[in-house]
């Protein structure tokens, strides 16, 4: 029932995305370049909505909220996503709602993604050693 659930919320939170514009490469590219601001004041309304809620939540205890600590490639890794986004046109979960729009060009993108992973932990665990603290649970 709870994967239902997820299902239900998740194709929902998934054609709000799709009709505000965020499956648009062109509407996506705009923001990024601020020709159009629309994209970007939605995904700057939506932080300022959910930070204080989440932070409620946290401190309720409604939800677990680990300290982790911040390694080095967080900031490399912030870069390179922004930098796919930028040329994709999509983040890997706004490629999901593109594929749900019928744009089976995202495959790629989400092909990227996993072959980036892949390729982070094969060059992290033979060359880098980075800790990946900040990503695991405790």
């Known amino acids: 029932m709870r994967a239902v659930r997820a299902l239900l919320v998740g ?16 509407e996506v590219h705009r923001m990024f370049v601020f020709a159009d601001l629309r994209l970007l004041w939605t995904f700057t309304f939506a932080v ?13 205890r409604r939800i677990p909220w680990p300290r982790r600590p911040i390694h080095r490639g967080t900031v490399l890794g912030g870069a390179l996503f922004g930098a796919g ?9 706004i490629a999901f709602v593109q594929l749900g729009s019928g ?10 993604v996993l072959l980036g992973n892949a390729a982070f932990g094969w060059l992290n665990a033979r060359v880098l050693h980075w800790s990946t603290g900040s990503c695991t649970a405790d």
């Open 11 to 26: 194709t929902a939170f998934g054609a709000v995305l799709a009709r505000v514009g965020f499956a648009s490469w062109d």
């Open 103 to 112: 744009q089976l060009g995202a495959a790629w993108t989400l092909a990227g």
């Open 85 to 93: 986004w930028a040329v994709c046109g999509a983040c890997p979960s």
């Open 48 to 60: 300022a909505l959910l930070a204080p809620a989440l932070w409620g939540l946290r401190r309720a």
